[in-house]
């Protein structure tokens, strides 16, 4: 059977932790429970551990030497570390990196995904602090089931009620559902900016954050595909199972890209690559007086049309970023770039989009049959990227 870890802190809503418990076991796992010495204040240890059969952890670092190694073993076991309810003291800990109690102990040792539903009082989740946190723990791969409006334990209506066990529980699932559908595939993602440079301090770029790609990346190596991530600049951490390769420009994108590209099956353009790069680029740092009124651009080179013409049976998806006529702009891309598949989205929608965890698209497919989603985190719409992906395949064995 599946185990999985379940980090207890001290919440009002730690009761819901018993229903994410019996939920998980509903679908045969095994939970182990790691409170943290606060939370074994608010209930009693005792209850987890007659509710999952194994002994809840609490403070072992108490114990004895052979327990404490014993434990430490337990990160190889789990499939998934879940924190719910998770306070702003163990996302503060988790994101600096503390490993003072077992359960912070128990995030450094892991290797499996983490996933964390806060729950909190809408001034300390909003906090800047937290925030900043979140957004450090989220660049590392660590996944959030964000809380929700409502009724706080406060007696205050807001943010932070942790979100319901069912969508903990689905997402946590989700995290570590494994499937084979692209066993054997190999999918080469592109994300992020590119930078073209004037100088060794200046350079053109655009706002593209690379989520979008990173999740497309991270999604496919759960379907069980080889895939090789090449990424602009991005602060994002690439999944530890893709072959990664770091560039700067649009062209050692393109050569990056054109080493694999014989071996992938399907190649996915979410980067942002640059249309433009400088005529000319100096290698000192040029001096405003030598800059001159106007500076020459030239075009970069268009990886995925080039791509495009030594396509052969491989599957070809492309993104278009626009600002208006989104459909109309993207239909032209597709048949440009001969493309099996493009998503399309609104770039000036602010719900969504650039450095955003939400995106809405439109996936048009040739023939011009539209999808248009709902705003979904890009989680999800890498799933329904790789969805219609699969129903090409299909289509072309
Ligand atoms: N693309 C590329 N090489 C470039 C520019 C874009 O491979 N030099 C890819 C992108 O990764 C994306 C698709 O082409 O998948 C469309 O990118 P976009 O910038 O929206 O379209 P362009 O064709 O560059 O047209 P425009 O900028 O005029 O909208």
Request: hydrophobic share 40%.
């Amino acid at each position: 059977m599946t185990l999985i870890a379940l980090g207890v802190s001290s919440s009002i809503s730690i009761y819901k932790s018993c229903e994410i418990i019996r939920r998980f076991q509903e679908k045969d796992f095994q939970v182990q429970v790691i409170m943290t010495k606060n939370a074994s204040r608010l209930i009693s240890p005792l209850l987890f551990s007659a509710l999952s059969g194994r002994e809840a952890i609490v403070d072992p670092f108490e114990g004895q030497q052979s327990e404490r190694i014993a434990h430490v073993a337990l990160a190889k076991e789990v499939a998934l570390l879940l924190v719910a309810p998770a306070t702003a003291n163990v996302i503060g800990k988790f994101a600096s990196g503390v490993a003072d109690d077992f359960l912070s102990t128990f995030y450094t040792a892991v290797n499996c995904p983490v996933l964390i539903a806060p729950a909190m009082n809408e001034a300390m989740y909003l906090h800047r602090q937290t925030q900043q946190n979140i957004r450090r723990l989220k660049g590392l791969g660590v996944r959030f089931v964000e809380p929700e409006r409502g009724y706080l334990a406060c007696k205050d209506t807001g943010w932070g009620r942790l979100a319901p066990p069912e969508r903990i529980v689905d997402e946590g699932l989700r995290l570590i559902k494994k499937s084979r559908s692209l066993k054997g595939k190999t999918v080469l993602v592109t994300a992020g900016p590119t930078r073209e440079f004037l100088d060794p301090v200046r350079f053109l770029t655009n706002r593209s954050s690379g989520k979008m790609g990173y999740e497309l990346a991270e999604e496919a190596i759960r379907r069980g595909a080889d895939v090789i991530l090449v990424s602009g600049p991005s602060p994002l951490f690439p999944p530890q199972e893709a072959k990664f390769s770091q560039v700067q420009t649009a062209e050692e994108m393109e050569k990056e890209v054109s080493k694999h590209f014989t071996k992938a099956d399907i190649i996915i353009m979410a980067a942002a690559v640059s249309d433009f790069k400088f005529a000319e680029a100096s290698s000192k740092k040029i001096k405003k007086e030598k800059l001159g009124e106007k500076i020459s651009i030239v075009p970069t080179p268009d990886i995925l049309l080039k791509l495009s013409r030594k396509k052969g049976s491989k599957v070809l998806v492309g993104f278009a970023a626009e600002t208006e006529n989104v459909a109309e702009n993207a239909v032209k891309k597709l048949k440009a770039k001969n493309l099996d598949m493009i998503v399309a989205n609104n770039v000036l929608d602010e719900r969504v989009g650039f450095e955003s965890d939400f995106n809405q698209v439109s996936i048009i497919l040739p023939g011009g049959r539209a999808i248009r989603s709902e705003k979904m985190t890009k989680i999800e719409i890498s799933q329904l990227i790789l969805d219609k992906i699969e129903e090409i395949i299909g289509k072309k064995c």
